[in-house]
């Protein structure tokens, strides 16, 4: 009920959080992946052994829905409606002075999360590590981004902002990531072709 006391009294609201020719080139790049992981998650038994079928599938289905949530956060800017609803919370139950310890184990939680869903992954991939290592490394990337972005701390924001030959660490991780899991979905797409 809080949350939608939050909506209502204007703290947030939806909209585009990175109108920005970067932000939008990121979505479009976020959903043509998601569509390309979508096509190797549907049947197709001629390219692996039977039994690989499923768990194969379930890997790009995966990736697909993943990278489509991520896409549609990327401009609803979801992240910054959890951090009003933390502050609006914090304040009226009391704890707003102890909000670091809360930030800091919402942060460690994410990356535990981050830590068991690669783990996961590559012991599901470990057959096949090589065709999916490129994958692998994407979601490795999108983790670390994922978990840079959730912590709100100054110094985190300022490696975000660190450039590389011109770019920007966030379009390093974040693009990267994006660019290794269509690789990966586009070379599995033309064994597919390859094999009809």
Known sequence: MQLFAVIINGHWQPGIGDPTFM???????????????????????????????????????????????????KQLDLQSLVTVVGKELALSQGWYQQRRMVQTQFIVGI????????????????????????????????????VIRASSFHHIDALIGWQVVGLRMNWILEIGGIACIAIAAIRTIFKRISLT
């Open 23 to 73: 932000g939008w080139f990121t979505v479009v790049a976020y959903f043509i992946t998601a569509l390309l992981c979508l096509i190797n998650a549907l049947p197709h038994p001629l390219v692996f052994p039977l039994q690989r079928v499923s768990q194969i599938r379930w890997l790009w289905g995966f990736f697909a829905i993943l990278l489509l949530l991520l896409g549609i956060n």
């Open 111 to 146: 990356v535990i999360a981050a830590l068991l869903l690669v783990s996961v992954i590559g012991r599901a991939i470990y057959a096949e590590r090589r065709t999916y290592r490129l994958a692998l490394l994407g979601l490795i990337f999108l983790s670390c981004f994922i």
